[in-house]
């Protein structure tokens, strides 16, 4: 029950892009048509289930204030939190590098229709975000991060999808020439954001 | 030379804004808006990474070998983002700021201005250049962080720098905290840009 609450949450309260602007850049670059939105936002959540568990066990057993006790006793108050960004980061730029040669060398057709996107997520804010959350939040186990990884890819998903789909339908509408492109899309993101907003508060 | 110079450090601010033109650095700059005190720690740290970490990799830019190096300057970025942390968490009144901003000192990390600058700039450029482009780029990303702190602030809570400035009794717009008001902000800061300068408009 917990993990369902958990689960609805991470996609349309604390989602990604309404709550957090995380993820904003590629978000705005790569939402001109459906069918390349749908790709990265699929890498997107492929890689944040992925990675999110492998830095939470590592934020665990290695980085934590205490974690590596299990080394013994004279390790009990070590703290390695500072380290957290590079390795965090390093695992996570490590995983797409990794991510990409596997899919390149065994599944070209979805390389070439994902390619360009795999590098770009190395720096796609929402994964790094995700996993600072986690860090924060101090989940209970790995099951709850991996709940949260998917939860919150998804949301991330859902939003670009949409978005793709409004703009696709507002290149045939009649916008003010100095308003075209970035800034009717912002209004519209913040638009959707608000009616994200009545998800606030919901209960499972 | 002095003129090429001078257009890298003039044009990041208006004609080249890597928020409201190129886009970049979207991510982690809307969040920490809703007050003033945190924009400005913000707009000053990213300048400091931004600036630092072009510089570095300009240094380094003959000996990293092509296919490694977004490892390589990932490392770099996070390298000059931990040093900002800790300063921040070292300093008596910036502390608190940085308990504010959470998360967000951490994801300067992937802010795409610090990558765009490194990899259209900083990789082909002698260092002392790099230097200016990037701190000029975390100028340009500031003043629009300001700019859009400024109003949130006013509007949402009446205060500037936490200083009333409006009259006690000044209703509070609370949409002016919320997320989507900075977005529809930026976009109105955008449409404002553009209307005076045509050349930046779409097509």
Redesign the interface.
């Given at each position: 029950m917990e993990y369902v609450s958990l689960f609805v949450k991470s996609i349309f309260v604390d989602n990604m892009i309404?709550?957090?602007?995380?993820?904003?850049?590629s978000y705005?670059?790569v939402s001109k048509n459906v069918k390349t939105a749908n790709g990265l936002g699929l890498a997107v959540i492929f890689v944040l289930a992925c990675t999110l568990p492998l830095n939470y066990l590592l934020n665990r057993f290695v980085l934590q204030p205490g974690a590596l006790s299990w080394l013994g006793e004279q390790f009990a108050d070590v703290d390695l939190s500072?380290?957290?960004?590079?390795i965090f980061?390093?695992v996570i730029?490590?995983f797409t590098?990794l991510v990409e040669m596997i899919v390149e060398k065994f599944l070209p057709s979805l390389y070439s229709s994902l390619g360009i996107f795999l590098?770009l997520i190395?720096?796609?804010?929402a994964?790094?975000?995700a996993s600072?959350?986690m860090q924060?939040r101090d989940f209970a186990g790995v099951g709850e991060a991996e709940v949260y990884a998917l939860g919150s890819g998804l949301g991330w998903y859902l939003a670009i999808v949409m978005l793709a789909a409004i703009r696709e339908k507002m290149a045939y509408s009649n916008v003010?020439?100095?308003?075209?492109?970035?800034?009717?899309?912002?209004?519209t993101?913040?638009?959707m954001?608000?009616a994200f907003?009545i998800f606030m508060g919901i209960q499972i | 030379m002095a003129q090429k110079l001078k257009e890298t450090i003039l044009n990041p601010i208006l004609k080249g804004n890597p928020i409201t033109v190129l886009l970049l650095g979207i991510c982690s700059s809307l969040a920490v808006t809703v007050q003033l005190k945190g924009a400005l720690v913000m707009a000053l740290s990213v300048t400091a990474v931004t600036g630092l970490s072009s510089f570095v990799v300009s240094l380094l830019r003959n000996t990293i070998p092509n296919r490694v190096r977004i490892i390589v300057q990932l490392v770099v970025v996070a390298m000059m983002v931990i040093l900002v942390d800790q300063i921040l968490k070292a300093g008596e009144g910036t502390y608190a700021i940085d308990k504010q901003l959470s998360v967000y000192i951490g994801l300067i990390i992937t802010n795409c201005i610090v990558m765009g600058r490194i990899e259209a700039f900083a990789l082909g450029q002698k260092p002392i250049p790099s230097l200016l482009d990037g701190l000029a780029n975390g100028f340009g990303y500031g003043l629009i962080l300001v700019i859009v702190a400024f109003f949130r602030e006013l509007l949402g809570s009446g205060t500037l720098f936490g200083l009333r400035v409006l009259p006690e009794g000044y209703i509070a717009n609370n949409l002016a905290i919320l997320p989507p008001f900075a977005l529809i902000l930026l976009g109105c800061i955008i449409w404002v840009q553009r209307s005076f300068d045509k050349d930046l408009q779409e097509k």
């Open positions: 309404f709550a957090y602007f995380l993820g904003m850049c705005l670059a500072f380290l957290s960004y590079i980061i390093a730029a490590a590098q590098p190395a720096v796609n804010c994964i790094l975000g600072l959350f924060q003010p020439k100095a308003l075209k492109g970035a800034g009717i899309t912002f209004i993101v913040g638009l954001g608000m907003m | -």
